[in-house]
Structure formats: C-alpha cells, structure tokens
C-alpha cells in the first residue's frame, strides 16, 4: 500500500457533526460501512481512534478532500470530509479502498489517491477518518 | 436600494443550487470551513476578496483560478458559489454579483501563474 494516500479531520468539521442527529446503519471498522464510500486508506476506527476522530498522537490535517455518501437509514446524500490523520506511521489495518466520486490523480482535488496529510508537522500518513459535515443539497 | 433588491434577486435565483453545498464540495476541503485557508498554499477568504471583485482583473482572476475554473459544475452553480463566498467572507457587500455569463466569459482562460497574478492584482496588501 505504499504510495496510496489517503484520505483526512477538521476540528471544526467533528464540532459539525456532533449537531446532526443522523440515523445510523452499520459497522464503522466495517469498509462497507455506509461513509466510506470514497475512501482510500486504513480506517482509524480500527487504529485506537473513530470514524471520525484521530487515534491519539496523530495529528487532523485540516486539508481534506470532500465526497458524498449515500445515508441508507434515510437515503439521503451527505458531505463526507475524508480528513487523514497524520505525524505517525502506516496503521495497517482494515484497509478499505472504495472510490465513490473519486477522479484521476490529473485532477488532484478529486481524487483520493494523493497524501492529503497537508498543513501538518509532517506528511507521514497513519489513517483516514469520514466526518460527516452536512447535507448534500446541491 | 434598487440594487440591493437586484441582488437579492439575483441571488435567490441561484439559491435553489444551494452554493453552501457547493462550497462544502468543492472549496472547503482546502479553503476550510471558515474561509481561513492555509496561505500562502491556498489563500484565506478574507476582505481582499472584495478588492478583487472590484475590478475587472480582479473578477477575471476569482473565475479563471484554478480551483473556481475547474470545479466540476456548470456556469450558473460557479457563480452561485462565488456570490455565496463573497457574502460569507468578504467585509463589504456592495460587490457586483457574478453573472453566468461573467462565468462563462472568463472560466476559459486559464491563469499561466496565479500566485503571481495575485501578487499583481493586489500588491502590498497581498
């Protein structure tokens, strides 16, 4: 998995999220689990952290790129932001690969592909977190 | 008053595309929730979005940069979503309201250096 990047957490974006009252279907350290739609990376809900939060001594890029999900306890489509977590090594586990959305790495805010461990102390990239921020009204 | 109410106007036309929606899209995974960015990488929204949208370089320039001129939606939606960002973040709202065919005007121009058309177009107060 070398060379795969991944995907990213805003603080402000898990404050967000702590106000939508979303129903829920699934397993999050599951890769079908509903969020994950357009992941690319180890999910830090399996690496001692959430589906949305890091796991400690890893850092939230607040660079991210942005999907949407599909909610299939109400079937409505919601903004995903894909924040990686960062400053550590590769956590290794429940890697999931889903690529909703996702586009060629020629049009890099798109596709998820790339290291978005961006505006962190460093670029090392640990694993990749899906914090709901709204919903999909466009 | 008459153009206030013209923009108002103009803006509900487009609020039915909900250019929030855009934005979480397609500008807040790196412009950020708040606007604030991460300069100089990606410019904060802040009151230099109004110098900008004053002149005609300014506005050539908000629709050509790459991440407005590239983002995947039409015409109407990117000037809905540019009028919504000067709103949110720019300190004063008596810019000129992005028109479609502004959009479609500009957008195909592409900008050989924006860091440096930046720079030009606002000098000291970059």
Redesign the interface.
């Known amino acids: 998995m070398v060379g795969i990047a991944l995907v990213p957490v805003l603080p402000v974006a898990r404050a967000a999220e702590t106000r939508l009252q979303l129903p829920e279907i699934g397993d999050p350290q599951d890769c079908d689990y509903w969020r994950y739609c357009a992941v690319d990376g180890y999910l830090c809900s399996c690496c001692g952290g959430s589906e949305s939060k890091c796991p400690p001594g890893a850092e939230p890029s607040p660079v991210t790129w942005i999907g949407t999900c599909e909610n299939p306890a109400d079937g409505k489509r919601y903004i995903i932001s894909y924040n990686d977590c960062c400053g550590k090594g590769e956590c290794g586990r429940c890697f999931c690969n889903r690529n909703e959305g996702d586009k060629p790495t020629y049009y890099p805010p798109k596709n998820n592909d790339i290291n978005w461990c961006v505006g962190t102390k460093t670029n090392a990239y640990h694993c990749s977190t899906a914090v709901v921020v709204g919903v999909d009204e466009s | 008053m008459r153009w206030t109410l013209l923009s108002l106007t103009l803006l509900c036309a487009i609020a039915a ?2 250019p ?3 934005y ?3 500008c ?3 412009h ?3 606007g604030s960015g ?1 300069p100089p990488e ?1 410019p904060a929204f802040d009151n230099k979005l109004g110098i900008l949208a004053a002149s005609g370089k300014g506005r050539e320039y908000l629709v050509a940069v790459p ?1 407005a001129s ?3 939606i039409d015409d109407a ?1 990117l000037a809905g979503v540019l009028n919504w960002i000067l709103t949110m973040y720019a300190d004063q709202p008596s810019y000129q309201p992005f028109l479609e065919s502004e959009i479609n005007h500009y957008r195909h121009k592409p900008i050989k250096n924006p860091a440096r058309l930046r720079h030009e177009l606002l000098g000291a107060t970059n």
Do not use: N, R, T
């Open positions: 595309a909900d929030k929606s855009h979480m899209i397609h807040m995974g790196c950020l929730k708040d991460l990606v991440g590239q983002s995947p939606d």
